[in-house]
């Protein structure tokens, strides 16, 4: 940083009055801050790293104090880098202004295969620190192990499951993956079955793999019951909201199985649980039936999830988690986003991949492509929906992919004139809440009297049967 930039932050620092991901201001008027330890590890634990400007008195209105010995309190910060591992080489700059002194100590992102860095003096699993917002936090232990796990290229989906035995597999469903294998292949259809149980990483040391047992095993949950997904519907658009009898989810499953198994079940949760609308193609008039989501950007999600969660020990309690909210549809994955790739960087390089062998096995059986075309597709299917563009984060541990709905006051503004009017045909008969929703498709009831019937409600077109008490079991809607 030049003396002129070092200007040009404090200027912002008055306006501002904040801290931010990769700026810490410190005081320094009495002496050197003795704990830059947690500062120094966190920023040197992100790609951008950051800078700790001394001389500024965030407690005081973000007074500029100035330091006391811009000398001695580089020699101070310097001591405590060399106390990090790996070392930090800081970038000083000293200015003067009004008389006063101010130091910057730029902080550089290390390499990933070098983190994480951390103060010697408290050890990498208590000395290791991670920039949240413009807070210091300490790492988890399996952040800590997440990035051993990339440096050391540990491969969790092959790691020995010793209660599984090759009896407990499903034959039929190995059999046909090694008959895939062996096609356009005449050195490997030579190779007896059991060495290629132990060449494709079947089993390991004559034990079976996690990846096997995941693949092959009709119930793998028996030996890890929450390598799993949990998929409910929310009534509303935040978790703990609650429908019209009370319910917290309008439906709640426990998917298991092996992979092909939960990958089907979770598609048929979300497809009973999506609307599905007909979509006149003002070009051709053409009808359509859309569903809320595309399907096939939800399969890549779901698959994605489920072939690039982390398997490793540290996660083996967290199960896949589908969320179905009113505005939108959520695929949380335990593990976080791995390697050295960026969120912004999704779909346009090529990813390291966290389970290789369960890629190649979901590729040779022809559930996925494994061609890193997951990304493009999802974005490919929301854009052709004229759905707002998908959401990707990773947050802690956890990697997110959020669907919108394409934005709109309530969905009868989406319905065409004539499909109003049936359904106010429909209600010339007094309706239920059940009947209402079975006429429309739906199976959240919930959800078809709030985003079709209310807005009717509210403009005159359907009154309530008991319009004193509109949460009565015993309510009706009819038109006039």
Do not use: W
Not at 112 to 124: D, N, S
Not at 176 to 204: C, D, F, T, W
Not at 365 to 385: A, H, W
Not at 410 to 436: A, G, H, S, V
């Amino acid at each position: 940083m030049t003396a002129e930039e070092l200007y040009e932050k404090l200027k912002k620092i008055q306006k501002m009055k904040c801290e931010s991901q990769t700026l810490e201001l410190k005081t320094a008027k009495d002496g050197c801050p003795k704990r830059l330890y947690d500062t120094l590890s966190s920023f040197s634990n992100q790609d951008d790293g950051g800078t700790i400007i001394f001389g500024i008195d965030e407690k005081k209105d973000y007074k500029e104090t100035g330091v006391y010995d811009a000398q001695d309190i580089q020699k101070k910060i310097n001591e405590q880098c060399l106390q990090m591992q790996p070392v930090v080489r800081p970038l000083l700059t000293v200015i003067e202004k009004d008389g006063k002194f101010f130091v910057s100590a730029e902080i550089p992102g290390i390499d990933i295969t070098e983190r994480p860095c951390y103060y010697q003096g408290r050890g990498r699993l208590k000395g290791s620190y991670t920039r949240i917002g413009d807070s210091d936090e300490p790492m988890t232990e399996y952040e800590v192990y997440s990035y051993e796990a990339y440096r050391k290229k540990y491969q969790d989906d092959i790691r020995e499951v010793s209660r599984v035995t090759m009896a407990s597999l499903d034959q039929t469903l190995l059999d046909e993956y090694i008959n895939q294998l062996k096609k356009g292949k005449p050195r490997l259809a030579a190779v007896e079955n059991q060495a290629i149980y132990e060449l494709m990483s079947i089993k390991r040391n004559n034990e079976v793999t996690l990846s096997a047992t995941m693949m092959f095993s009709p119930y793998p949950q028996a030996y890890f019951p929450q390598l799993c997904i949990v998929a409910v519907v929310v009534p509303g658009n935040e978790m703990g909201e609650t429908g019209e009898a009370g319910e917290r989810f309008l439906d709640n499953q426990r998917i298991e199985g092996n992979i092909p198994d939960m990958l089907s079940e979770a598609l048929q949760f979300v497809k009973r649980n999506m609307r599905v609308k007909s979509i006149i193609d003002v070009e051709t008039g053409k009808r359509e039936d859309r569903t809320d989501y595309p399907i096939m950007a939800v399969r890549e999600a779901v698959i994605n999830a489920l072939v690039h969660r982390d398997y490793s020990i540290h996660t083996e309690g967290m199960p896949i988690q589908i969320i179905m909210y009113d505005d939108r549809l959520e695929i949380h994955n335990p593990g976080g986003i791995y390697g050295r790739i960026r969120i912004d960087q999704l779909g346009k390089v090529q990813p390291d991949t966290r389970n290789p062998v369960l890629a190649s096995e979901l590729e040779v059986l022809g559930i996925t492509e494994n061609r890193y075309s997951g990304i493009p597709t999802i974005r490919r299917e929301m854009k052709k929906y004229n759905l707002k563009e998908p959401e990707f984060s990773d947050e802690r541990g956890s990697f997110i992919v959020k669907f919108y709905k394409m934005a709109a006051k309530n969905e009868i503004e989406n319905m065409e004139d004539d499909e109003i009017q049936n359904l106010l045909l429909f209600c010339k008969t007094p309706r239920t809440r059940k009947e209402i929703a079975e006429y429309l498709g739906l199976s959240s009831i919930t959800y078809a009297i709030q985003k079709y019937v209310m807005p009717l409600v509210e403009d005159g077109k359907i009154k309530m049967s008991i319009p004193e008490k509109p949460k009565s079991p015993k309510q009706l809607y009819y038109s006039e």
